[in-house]
């Protein structure tokens, strides 16, 4: 969180290749410091060099892909972009924890790392730029990076994009969490059990991103302006998610619960699509990556919130069900603020 700003910043002033191949080299060799560590010191130090390098992931890809794309075109790779995250939640526990038992857990650490170096290499020598515009932007005098924050910290939009991300996350974080801990609780499942039904609500994740920027695109295909094209779909998709968390603990039986959970984070993955994408397209093209900071700072609050309200509440009360209604509440009440904002999105 401490680190998306100025790594914003950064994607906005240094070359898209340059600056995503030292992202990559350096999580790659944090992956790798993280097998070595034999205190907690080094540890800590090495997860932490491991967020320095992936701050400016998703905001330099953002970045990329708008200039590769125009507005109208760029809902489907956004999309697809953000659906691996949740494609590496899927995949992560079953295959590090196949490694792990076979082999150790530092050697989990070393294929990531290893892995992430040979992809930063490859990325480095085979990135293109993207083709010249058809029509040149008229010249405008370059900000400085504290001009430019101080502008966009200024807009009430960014405010209200920061907080709707962190409903977001908030939801995702929610379930990436507790969702074992749910299914062995309250669900009175083994380990294994739990591990894998969890993998199924984040693979809904996954298959919702893609799925929001075909429906981004769809309807900026009709009459919809590009913003109401993002802003339809990202009101929807946490309104469904609201509901269907609501009703998680309230299902009598598992499947049912599951199914909800699915659908929760199926819909959550949509609407993080539709706020990604209108971040895009709500400032210059220039502040794009700047923007997209500023919605991850609120998105990190609400990472960090979950877990810890979560736990709190269930320690407290002895089961999930506050929790997950305390989740859905707060998810009504960022949509309430982008509702009552919506003049500004919609255009």
């Known amino acids: 969180m401490v680190c998306q700003i100025p790594a914003g910043l950064a994607a906005d002033r240094i070359k898209a290749r340059s600056l995503l191949t030292g992202c990559l080299m350096v999580w790659g060799l944090a992956q790798l410091l993280t097998a070595w560590a034999s205190n907690a010191s080094t540890l800590v130090a090495a997860r932490c060099l491991l967020a320095l ?18 507005s109208a075109e760029r809902a489907v790779p956004i999309g697809l972009f953000n659906a691996s995250s949740s494609l590496g939640q ?5 295959l590090l924890g196949l490694i792990a038992h076979q082999f150790g857990w530092r050697s989990m650490f070393c294929t990531l790392g290893g892995l ?7 990325w480095g020598m085979f990135y293109q730029k993207p083709p010249p515009p058809e029509h040149e932007p008229v010249a ?5 990076a504290r001009q430019e924050l101080t502008f966009l910290l200024a807009q009430r939009v960014s405010w209200v994009m920061a907080i709707g991300c962190a409903s977001i996350i908030y939801l995702q974080w929610l379930y990436s969490a507790w969702l074992p801990t749910y299914f062995q609780t309250a669900r009175h499942m ?3 059990q739990a591990g894998f039904l969890s993998s199924i609500p984040q693979l809904a994740g996954f298959f919702g991103s893609l799925i929001g920027g075909v429906i981004i695109k769809f309807l900026g295909e009709t009459d919809y302006t590009p913003s109401r094209a993002c802003y339809q779909p990202l009101i929807m998709g946490l309104l469904i998610a609201a509901v269907a968390t609501a009703a998680v603990p309230l ?3 598992t499947l049912l619960s599951l199914v909800c959970m699915a659908i929760a984070l199926f819909a959550t993955g949509i609407a993080m699509t539709g706020s990604w994408t209108l971040g895009t397209i709500v400032v210059a093209e220039e ?7 500023i919605q991850n700072v609120g998105g990190s609050l609400g990472g960090a919130l979950s877990p810890l309200l979560t736990g709190f509440i269930i320690q407290h009360t002895g089961s999930f069900t506050l929790a997950m209604e305390a989740g859905s509440m707060i998810t ?3 949509i309430s603020i982008y509702m009552i904002e919506r003049s500004r999105f919609i255009n």
């Open 53 to 70: 390098g992936e701050a400016p992931l998703f905001l330099v890809g953002t970045k990329i892909i708008t200039a590769w794309y125009n």
């Open 332 to 334: 009504f009440f960022c």
């Open 140 to 144: 405008k005098p370059k900000q400085t």
């Open 90 to 94: 899927v995949l992560a526990p079953a």
């Open 190 to 192: 083994n380990a294994a």
């Open 116 to 122: 992430c170096i040979l992809l930063s290499l490859t």
């Open 251 to 253: 299902c009598p039986t």
């Open 287 to 293: 502040s794009i990556a700047t923007m997209e900071a």
